[in-house]
Nanobody
Framework: VQLQASGGGLVQAGGSLRLSCAASGGTFSRYAMGWFRQAPGKEREFVAGISWSGGSKYYGDFVKGRFTISRDNAKNTMYLQMNSLKAEDTALYYC??????????????WGQGTLVTVSS
């Protein structure tokens, strides 16, 4: 499956963005999916994960209720609604197929990320 993230941009602290991850070339509804991010000079970190049906979701500790992951299998698309953004959320955001039990991404599924910049 090929993945393409979009929806990033420049936003002021406290603002919101919705990221999208469009899938093609595979059976999207079969896969658990996740969002990851990597800030300059930092390691990649897990943001959120969602089961193949959308019925189960989990988040990185830093999210603290600010982000919501969702998916629309009919549209082969996953979303990340980000509210109350902080400067420290500035990063390149990626989507990937994940092992839902471990949260580990399938390295072969990385697509181009989308840049989120939060100004303080």
């Amino acid at each position: 499956v090929q993945l393409q993230a979009s929806g990033g941009g420049l936003v002021q602290a406290g603002g919101s963005l919705r990221l999208s991850c469009a899938a093609s070339g595979g059976t999207f509804s079969r896969y658990a999916m996740g969002w990851f991010r990597q800030a300059p000079g930092k390691e990649r970190e897990f943001v959120a994960g969602i089961s193949w049906s959308g019925g189960s979701k989990y988040y990185g500790d830093f999210v603290k209720g600010r982000f919501t992951i969702s998916r629309d299998n009919a549209k082969n698309t996953m979303y990340l609604q980000m509210n109350s953004l902080k400067a420290e959320d500035t990063a390149l955001y990626y989507c990937a197929v994940v092992d839902f039990a471990t949260g580990e991404p399938d390295s072969g599924s990385w697509g181009q990320g989308t840049l989120v910049t939060v100004s303080s």
